[in-house]
């Protein structure tokens, strides 16, 4: 049984810092393709960021470039979102994705992840 456990949410003011964790359990952590993806209220489940297998290729949102970064640990089973310099529009439920398959060109499309967690909620106040 595949499971995605995210942690590291909360509430931060304007301009602070989050990283984020998510947990990966009963999947080839170190084969598979890791994205984040957002959610806010209203809106559809948007892309943030992606990490290739080998941490070799990475893929932004534009609305992240420069603030913020993803990395992996395949010893932990763990992939990270850095966050820092947070807006208010960043706030959402923050979901971590995993995906046996995904290629470079594929890996900002939710359809490309067949493995979703729970999410963490990140609130942004001003």
């Known amino acids: 049984q595949v499971q995605l456990v995210e942690s590291g949410g909360g509430l931060v003011e304007a301009g602070g810092s989050l990283r984020l964790s998510c947990v990966a359990s009963?999947?080839?952590?170190?084969?598979?393709?890791m994205g984040w993806f957002r959610q806010a209220p209203g809106k559809e489940r948007d892309f943030v960021a992606a990490i290739s297998r080998s941490s070799s290729s990475t893929r932004y949102a534009d609305s992240v470039k420069g603030r913020f970064t993803i990395s992996r640990d395949n010893a932990r089973n763990t992939v990270y979102l850095q966050m820092n310099y947070l807006e208010l529009e960043d706030t959402a439920v923050y979901y971590c994705?995993?995906?046996?398959?995904?290629?470079?060109?594929?890996?900002?499309?939710?359809?490309?992840?067949?493995?979703w967690g729970q999410g963490t909620q990140v609130t942004v106040s001003s």
């Open positions: 009963g999947i080839t952590f170190r084969n598979s393709a």
């Open positions: 994705a995993a995906s046996p398959t995904a290629i470079t060109s594929t890996l900002y499309s939710r359809n490309s992840y067949p493995y």
